[in-house]
């Protein structure tokens, strides 16, 4: 099997991308064949921006619906079915919210088989998972803080850690061999720890500094600190103005992750986040060092795997966020580990198993109470990491106008990134594109990014104030960037008006200078064809 290529997570290049000329255009009358009910103006409009020669060659769908009447204004090749990228989470977000409802919780429990004597519990201790991928090496901790408060000292038996509400398939179908070291690619395991409050599950956070003269090793600080993963450093300081060049790999099979390359004397550290292997066992670790932190010894070792014994006597519990609050990191951060996590939890209190396929087949029932026709889309995982996965804008749409009416909507459409909103969990992928433009502050939308695949979906109110549904997504296009293109079909609704004239656009921006991170980044923030939420530490 081919390793993993670098991380590649520490240089940016700011996405410079010019306004669509057509954005100035005063709207004029037509629309495409097929269109449901044609708005004034909007077709040439619309025509003119995605005439953009980027485009050609490439598969595109476009769709414009009205939002309360669920009527079609425009659209181009609306029913054909391409790769929709993490617009795919609008499937897995909505089914979620409607299925385990916004004050759903995931619980992380210990539990101890055997008898207590005094300071001494005769058994095995017992740390079950059911999925939060939101647990920090600061909530392991205060559940081993509980158990010591109850005075106990000593775990005769071994430390079992309960991965079995999922199945052991830890990577979805097609995901990219080259991806499986990235945070972004992280496996899926039911107990897991992320490294900080982006909420990264099954990943490790690496700093990498400089030493204090050139020729000495560079300094590496893992986060949380571990001994589950084995850190071999082969990065070197060399002089100030030198060019830095740091790589993060970690190998199929190992939770060895080399270190490598230069950082010049005085520069910022270079940050990674890195998936684990295993990250059943990552929990563990960290759950063990907690306990021995704060007095209890498990003396027989760590076991992974089995399940919690009817039974077991209950020693400390914590429940993680609701739903509807982690919608938040997962929508505007596009985070790919909470989606398939959200798959295999629909699949387990739905049909009774935590897969893949279960969690699918429940998402495809919701979508039909919709009216949405499953059998006209593939789906094969949560994220849409899988290139096998294929819906049509027209689907995205429809789903679009019927969530409108649900009761959780407000709370889910709140989630969305919001164009040019600044305020990293605000504005989310969007939060450097739209700005100066009628878009900016108004447009809620997900964002969709592979190699080759690029998509934006979701809602805008208009200048005459209607509020619109919009899906947008292209497939095989050659060029580095297609996201401009999308930025101008965004404002162009924005500022359409049905009673006359397009109304005047700004620039539709998304060269924002990052204030983040370091000028020179990695190969892979240089990417722009991953979501921008991926390439950290660079901004969107």
């Not at 079915?81 to 795919?88: C, D, E, I, K």
């Not at 300071?119 to 920090?136: A, C, E, K, N």
């Amino acid at each position: 099997m081919r390793m993993p290529t670098t991380h590649r997570r520490f240089r940016h290049r700011a996405l410079l991308w010019a306004v669509a000329a057509s954005l100035a255009l005063t709207a004029t009358s037509g629309a495409p064949a097929g269109a449901d009910t044609p708005a004034p103006g909007l077709s040439q409009t619309l025509d003119q921006i995605l005439s953009d020669t980027r485009l050609n060659g490439a598969q595109v769908g476009v769709v414009v619906s009205d939002a309360e009447t669920g009527q079609t204004l425009y659209q181009r090749n609306g029913d054909g079915r391409l790769v929709p990228a993490s617009s795919t989470k609008l499937l897995t977000s909505t089914a979620a919210m409607a299925l385990l409802g916004p004050d759903y919780r995931f619980s992380t429990d210990v539990l101890a088989d055997g008898s207590r004597h005094g300071s001494v519990f005769q058994g095995d201790v017992y740390l079950r998972g059911t999925g939060d991928p939101t647990m920090l090496a600061e909530d392991y901790d205060r559940l081993a803080a509980t158990v010591a408060a109850a005075g106990i000292r000593r775990f005769t038996g071994r430390l079992v850690a309960d991965d079995t509400r999922f199945d052991s398939s830890r990577l979805g179908a097609s995901w990219a061999a080259d991806d499986e070291s990235a945070y972004y690619s992280s496996q899926i395991t039911p107990l897991t720890v992320a490294p900080d409050t982006d909420y990264d599950a099954g990943t490790v956070l690496l700093s990498v500094a400089p030493g204090s003269a050139p020729g000495e090793a560079a300094a590496v600080k893992v986060t949380p600190s571990n001994d589950y993963v084995r850190i071999d450093n082969r990065a070197t300081t060399v002089a100030a103005g030198e060019s830095r060049a740091i790589t993060v790999d970690r190998m199929h099979g190992s939770n060895t992750i080399v270190v490598s390359g230069k950082i010049p004397v005085g520069s910022t550290p270079a940050t990674s986040w890195t998936s684990v292997w295993e990250p059943t066992g990552y929990a563990a670790a960290v759950f063990a060092d907690a306990l021995a932190a704060h007095g209890v010894k498990v003396t027989r070792g760590t076991v992974l795997g089995k399940a919690v014994p009817q039974g077991a006597t209950a020693l400390a519990s914590h429940p993680s966020m609701p739903l509807k609050d982690l919608l938040t990191p997962f929508l505007k951060l596009s985070n790919n580990n909470h989606a398939e996590v959200l798959v295999k939890t629909i699949g387990y209190e739905v049909k009774g198993s935590g897969t893949w396929s279960a969690g699918l087949s429940a998402i495809a029932d919701h979508l039909r109470t919709l009216g949405v026709d499953p059998a006209a889309l593939r789906q094969m995982d949560g994220s849409g990491l899988s290139r096998m996965d294929v819906v049509s804008t027209e689907q995205f749409t429809e789903l679009l106008v019927a969530v409108r009416r649900q009761p959780w909507f407000q709370e889910w459409y709140d989630a969305l990134p919001i164009a040019c909103a600044s305020d990293r969990m605000t504005g989310g992928t969007l939060r450097s594109r739209m700005c100066g433009t009628a878009a900016a502050g108004n447009l809620h939308g997900k964002t969709g990014s592979l190699t080759g695949v690029s998509g934006l979906s979701g809602y805008v109110t208009d200048a005459d104030g209607r509020k619109l549904v919009f899906s947008f997504v292209s497939n095989n296009y050659v060029a580095s960037s297609v996201k401009n293109i999308e930025d101008a079909v965004g404002a162009a609704l924005a500022g359409y008006s049905v009673k006359g004239a397009q109304q005047p656009q700004g620039t539709a921006r998304s060269d924002r200078p990052t204030t983040d991170a370091p000028a020179a980044r990695d190969e892979q923030s240089r990417r722009t064809d991953l979501e921008c939420s991926w390439t950290k530490p660079a901004s969107c």
